[in-house]
């Protein structure tokens, strides 16, 4: 174990040195900084167990550094080592959970007896840590055979059904013959090298929250089962009835994003098969046709239904138009997500048995009277839509070919998406933007460009629906996702803080401890200490520990 001496008086440094002898107290080194610009470094470089500081110090004084040092480090030892008995420096001792505070000069035998209790609670420390990282590394090499056996089950390789139940409980989800669900495949594809360097547990993590949260609207539950890093099965539960089940068209349009989350968060491309809701029994079934659909699938669509039916020709398919679905897209302005659908739609068809005269027609139809009833129900002229680039007439007569029925629905679709833009719109869509970007570096302004705004303008218009400013809801939600990464994942601050696209450290810790009132370190400790409150092994550990004390006597100043 090494120690850090910092003072800005070298004639006390080389007192330190004299009174601390590193061999009889236990210690591998003894290390010293005339100011806290030097301590830092020395930190970053080297792993020390226990830190001496001053507090009244020329620069940066011995209170912040130790903040910062505490917070970057939180299993350090500190022992504060002034000349000023200070009542308010004492508070901000104890505030800090700073282990010791000692006026100097403090006799030799005062000075060992400090070290040594230090020494032994940052080995106490250093040991409970080494327990509960194996802990946690056998809780995931656990959770990782149950997924593969889970995985290996559905897929009529082997495998326990008790393992898949074991897994649906896990994250909450009751499976019972009665209860619906609605199984999807999601495949990653194109992926940079960096998604590689996912770690599969969090990734897991990250696609159920993602789903959960893009879902939210139709109060469903989620879990995932792991096949490959590239695969992986979703189930979606609405209730424990057989009269609950989760809407697929519903599903199919909330989960539209999809593709540009994963391409934001993970590098890599995602394609989204869906199923039919099915039973218990019928899961098997679902997972099997899921995966020789998307084996078969070269075009890696963003978005896929998948039948129950093997029925695969043309006619059965326009039996099944996604009329419900496009009524979403249009409904929530989704109007790029609806243009790709429409063209995928007809892409099935034509790859199934050709698209005949009967099917356009049909579909020309469907799409029209979506058309005139969004028309209505906003109050929007045809006149706005129908121009001199595409009159009335020449629409109505566009089912005489695929090629003139696809032009015909751009050009409208590009025109709703030009005349049904209103404020709720921008705030909107300045919501969906932060939450595709939310781990980039972004500003108020990039938001009001994505969005063909005024920065001022869409502030303003962004709090009249909200009630909160875009930088606050920035904020906010940089934040909520701070806190569910530490919570769950073991990943350091230094990389959360990057991970959610803060360039400087120190203003992550700021903005996290101005909205959750603690800093991340202890948000992470009280999470850690809620989840293993009771627990033998932590307990066993820290009744060992010896208490923390204060002392301060009276001293000449220096």
Not at 313 to 335: C, H, K, T, V
């Amino acid at each position: 174990m090494r120690l850090l001496a910092v003072d800005d008086q070298s004639s006390v440094l080389l007192m330190l040195r004299r009174q601390i002898d590193c061999g009889k107290l236990g210690l591998e080194s003894m290390d010293t900084a005339e100011n806290t610009r030097d301590a830092r470094a020395l930190l970053q470089k080297n792993e020390y167990g226990i830190i001496l500081c001053d507090i009244e110090m020329p620069g940066e004084d011995g209170i912040s550094f130790a903040k910062w040092a505490l917070e970057a480090y939180p299993y350090v030892q500190l022992i504060f080592l002034t000349s000023h008995a200070d009542v308010s420096y004492m508070r901000e001792a104890i505030a800090m959970h700073s282990f010791d505070y000692l006026l100097s000069p403090a006799a030799q035998d005062e000075l060992e007896h400090a070290i040594r209790r230090a020494a032994v609670q940052a080995e106490a420390e250093k040991k409970n840590r080494q327990l509960l990282e194996l802990g946690q590394r056998y809780q995931d090499y656990e959770e990782e055979i149950s997924n593969h056996r889970a995985s290996d089950w559905l897929l009529g390789e082997g495998g326990e059904e008790e393992a898949f139940l074991r897994l649906a409980e896990r994250e909450g989800v009751p499976v019972a013959p009665s209860v619906r669900m609605l199984p999807f495949l999601i495949r990653f594809h194109t992926a940079e090298a960096k998604f590689a360097t996912f770690d599969v547990s969090l990734l897991r993590f990250s696609l159920k929250n993602i789903t959960d949260e893009l879902l939210a609207q139709l109060s469903v539950r989620s879990f995932f089962v792991r096949r490959e890093q590239e695969e992986y099965y979703g189930f979606l539960c609405a209730g424990e009835t057989a009269d609950q089940e989760p809407e697929r068209e519903s599903a199919a349009f909330l989960l539209s994003p999809f593709w540009d989350v994963c391409s934001n968060m993970f590098h890599a491309g995602a394609a989204v098969y869906l199923y039919e809701t099915v039973d218990f029994e019928g899961i098997r079934n679902a997972c099997a046709r899921l995966r020789k659909v998307a084996a078969k699938d070269p075009e890696k669509k963003k978005l896929q239904f998948v039948s129950e039916s093997d029925v695969d020709d043309a006619a059965g398919l326009m039996q099944r138009i996604p009329s419900g679905f496009w009524r979403r897209l249009m409904n929530y302005g989704e109007f790029g997500h609806l243009k790709d659908s429409i063209h995928q739609y007809i892409g099935t068809l034509c790859q199934r048995r050709g698209f005949t005269l009967t099917m356009l027609v049909q579909l020309h139809r469907e799409f029209t009277e979506l058309l005139l009833s969004y028309l209505l129900e906003h109050g929007i002229e045809s006149g706005r839509i129908f121009t001199e680039a595409l009159p009335y007439q020449r629409y109505m007569n566009a089912y005489v070919k695929r090629a003139a029925f696809e032009e015909a629905v751009d050009y409208v679709i590009g025109r709703l998406a030009e005349v049904s833009g209103s404020e709720l719109d921008a705030a909107d869509a300045a919501i969906r933007y932060i939450r595709l970007h939310l781990m980039e570096n972004i500003s108020v302004t990039e938001i009001a460009d994505s969005v063909g705004m005024n920065a001022e303008y869409l502030t303003r218009l962004f709090k009249k629906k909200t009630g909160l400013s875009l930088k606050t809801y920035l904020t906010q939600e940089k934040m909520e996702l701070a806190k569910r990464l530490l919570e769950t994942t073991g990943l350091s601050i230094t990389m959360i803080s990057d991970h959610i696209g803060f360039d400087n450290y120190n203003n992550f810790i700021r903005s996290f401890k101005k909205y959750a009132g603690i800093t991340p370190a202890e948000y992470r400790r009280n999470c850690a200490f809620a989840a293993n409150a009771g627990a033998p092994l932590q307990k066993a550990a820290s009744d060992g520990q010896p208490p923390v004390t204060f002392h301060a006597r009276n001293a000449e100043n220096r």
